[in-house]
């Protein structure tokens, strides 16, 4: 092969590569190109090898020239048979990878079998597939793969090649769920950017330079990229413009849920989960990734636009027999998963068609919020100041659903509870029993113990730890609709 021909097929390789449309053709259009170029059947390897050299600047070219049907066409048989036969490689490395849960690392198995296992004989995807399943990091992937098929790969290389090319491109198999924003993709994207070699830039949030040809992100931006990416169009949008935050708290009342937002009073991070964050550092001008404890963090918060985890789990002092024990766990859980308040719910995870339906209901309670609703509480689960209490006596721990009407607790809003109440008196009475109610007209809440109120405040603040001496309760009471035990 001439150099100048090496040369061609290293810049078409490398377009290809960086191109968001084309990438998804791959396997056919390198393949048809090396062959109808240079006739061979050992079709993308020269090319994809090549990239290794990094010596490279995709040409602007004209997409139009890449037309796989031409190209096809003028293959002679062998060739379409080889050409069918590294498509049909191809989806199988694909399948096989999504068979072992490692989904997001499709590219990287596609991009190495493409480039080094011209020679391998009786190729088979899902043993294939098993060493990337079980291979602790890519030097260890690396290993195997030598050993196995008896490659002579160059670790330092390839990293160079794959860093490379994963900057060029967005991950498409990183995201579980691409029709939605959550904080499970929101994490994937980060380690996607921390693994593709993002820089830092300020004002960037995961656009490509066209002058280098590098990502970049800043500490908001990194966010507020996947936030604006569409996966399905391949581009950024403009919004949203900021980032909204929503439960903040100490770290030490974090969540151990991916996606949850770290902040030291003015950078941003990413919790990716095992005690690790990623994020945009200016110090060491790229996206990098460090574990929790060495960082200056001390808070975190959800972030308004993704959907965050909605299983409900807490310690049930009895789970055959309601009582203010386990109502005290459900509260504290319902604030730290950073409930939203929504009236005429009770625990709901908050959809469209149940905001439209309590907006019809419930008119301007809900109507005057609108805008407020969808960018902080969609997605989360949601209650009111009774529906708190009344989520807590429907839950059902077997089934993990909330069923209205059951297990004894009577559908009655905050002032027919009280009313209802027979073991009640005056505030300044109460005594410290967790999981008493607390009152004041029209509006109610659970003391927690030691001082404190948990409560479903208003729409604008959701789920609220609150001092019970801060606000103007009048009341106690032992909610009738549960029992009450002593602390163990």
């Given at each position: 092969m001439s150099a100048a021909v090496a040369a061609a097929l290293k810049k078409i390789a490398a377009f290809i590569l960086s191109d968001k449309e084309l990438r998804g053709k791959l396997f056919v259009i390198i393949g048809s190109i090396v062959c109808g170029l240079l006739g061979l059947l050992c079709l993308p390897v020269v090319a994809i090898v090549s990239l290794r050299n990094m010596e490279?600047?995709?040409?602007?070219?004209?997409?139009?020239?890449?037309?796989?049907?031409?190209?096809?066409?003028?293959?002679?048989?062998?060739?379409?048979?080889?050409?069918?036969?590294?498509?049909?490689?191809?989806?199988?490395?694909?399948?096989?990878?999504?068979?072992?849960e490692c989904k997001d690392q499709t590219i990287k198995a596609q991009l190495i079998y493409l480039s080094f296992f011209d020679n391998v004989q009786n190729f088979n995807a899902e043993s294939y597939a098993k060493l990337f399943a079980v291979s602790s990091d890519d030097k260890a992937l690396i290993d195997a793969l030598n050993s196995t098929y008896n490659l002579k790969i160059d670790y330092n290389e390839f990293v160079k090649s794959y860093t490379w090319v994963m900057n060029a491109t967005i991950n498409q198999y990183m995201f579980e769920d691409s029709k939605s924003k959550n904080a499970a993709d929101l994490a994937a994207w980060a380690e996607n950017a921390y693994l593709s070699g993002w820089g830092y830039k300020d004002g960037s949030f995961g656009d490509r330079d066209e002058s280098d040809r590098i990502?970049?992100?800043?500490?908001?931006?990194?966010?507020?990229?996947?936030?604006?990416?569409?996966?399905?169009?391949?581009?950024?949008?403009?919004?949203?413009?900021?980032?909204?935050?929503?439960?903040?708290?100490a770290l030490d009342k974090m969540p151990d849920e991916s996606g949850n937002i770290l902040s030291d009073g003015s950078n941003f991070g990413v919790y990716v989960g095992n005690g690790e964050v990623v994020f945009a550092s200016k110090e060491s001008g790229c996206v990098t990734k460090?574990?929790?404890?060495?960082?200056?963090?001390?808070?975190?918060?959800?972030?308004?636009?993704?959907?965050?985890?909605?299983?409900?789990?807490?310690?049930?002092?009895?789970?055959?027999?309601?009582?203010?024990?386990?109502?005290?766990?459900?509260?504290?859980?319902?604030?730290?998963?950073?409930?939203?308040?929504?009236?005429?719910?009770?625990?709901?995870?908050?959809?469209?068609?149940?905001?439209?339906?309590?907006?019809?209901?419930?008119?301007?309670?809900?109507?005057?919020?609108?805008?407020?609703?969808?960018?902080?509480?969609?997605?989360?689960?949601?209650?009111?100041?009774?529906?708190?209490?009344?989520?807590?006596?429907?839950?059902d721990?077997?089934?993990?659903?909330?069923?209205?009407?059951?297990?004894?607790?009577?559908?009655?809003?905050?002032?027919?509870?009280?009313?209802?109440?027979?073991?009640?008196?005056?505030?300044?009475?109460?005594?410290e029993v967790p999981g008493l109610a607390v009152w004041v007209d029209g509006h109610i809440g659970i003391y927690i113990g030691n001082g404190e109120v948990i409560e479903a405040m208003n729409t604008l603040r959701g789920v609220t730890r609150t001092r019970l001496a801060g606000r103007e309760w009048t009341h106690w009471l032992q909610i009738p609709y549960i029992s009450y035990v002593e602390k163990k």
């Open positions: 490279i600047e995709p040409p602007e070219i004209d997409k139009s020239m890449f037309n796989e049907a031409a190209f096809i066409q003028n293959l002679s048989s062998d060739q379409q048979a080889q050409l069918a036969n590294l498509q049909n490689q191809g989806q199988a490395i694909e399948d096989a990878m999504t068979g072992v990502r970049y992100a800043d500490s908001a931006g990194l966010i507020l990229g996947y936030l604006r990416y569409d996966p399905e169009q391949k581009s950024f949008a403009n919004e949203p413009s900021s980032l909204h935050f929503t439960s903040k708290g460090d574990k929790v404890a060495n960082g200056a963090w001390n808070s975190w918060s959800s972030i308004s636009g993704a959907a965050y985890n909605t299983n409900i789990s807490f310690e049930e002092y009895d789970e055959k027999k309601k009582n203010n024990l386990g109502l005290v766990q459900w509260a504290i859980q319902a604030h730290e998963n950073g409930w939203g308040y929504i009236y005429g719910t009770y625990g709901n995870v908050l959809t469209e068609g149940l905001l439209q339906d309590r907006a019809a209901v419930f008119g301007c309670e809900v109507t005057d919020y609108m805008d407020f609703i969808r960018q902080n509480w969609m997605g989360k689960r949601c209650a009111d100041c009774v529906g708190l209490i009344k989520g807590y006596g429907w839950y721990s077997a089934s993990g659903e909330i069923r209205v009407g059951t297990n004894g607790m009577m559908d009655v809003g905050a002032n027919a509870m009280f009313a209802n109440a027979t073991v009640k008196g005056t505030i300044d009475t109460i005594p």
